[in-house]
């Protein structure tokens, strides 16, 4: 388990961006799943982006496709979340996460199958 380093979030009207980014360790990100999950109240963690670095796979929750954008940054062990045309239940508490493997290519969507995390982003989208 390491903690991530992330940035970003923030307070924005609807309609309105933000980015997120979050800088892993060269063991992880070079062959690793790294994406953010968010949290509100009462809720499990539900994944939003995912991307296995290494390779083509990427997800996207139903509820943001279209709006956010997953990216890397090789050079910096980073990846980024573009997030546009926020809305108000876009607000929750973001989590960066890691996890050293992916699953044959593909990045598991439960939070439970990732160790590393950051220490969270407030994200609030007011109407």
């Known amino acids: 388990q390491v903690q991530l380093a992330e940035s970003g979030g923030g307070s924005v009207q609807a309609g309105g961006s933000l980015r997120l980014s979050c800088a892993a360790p060269?063991?992880?990100?070079?062959?690793?799943?790294l994406g953010w999950f968010r949290q509100t109240p009462g809720k499990e963690r539900e994944g939003v982006a995912l991307?296995?670095?290494?390779?083509?796979?990427?997800y996207y929750a139903d509820s943001v496709k279209g709006r956010f954008t997953i990216s890397q940054d090789n050079a910096k062990n980073t990846v980024y979340l573009q997030m546009n045309s926020l809305k108000p239940e876009d607000t929750a508490i973001y989590y960066c996460?890691?996890?050293?493997?992916?699953?044959?290519?593909?990045?598991?969507?439960?939070?439970?199958?990732?160790?590393?995390w950051g220490q969270g982003t407030q994200v609030t989208v007011s109407s």
């Open positions: 991307k296995y670095i290494a390779g083509g796979y990427t």
């Open positions: 996460a890691a996890r050293a493997t992916s699953s044959r290519g593909i990045c598991p969507q439960l939070f439970k199958a990732y160790n590393s």
């Open positions: 060269s063991y992880i990100y070079s062959s690793g799943c």
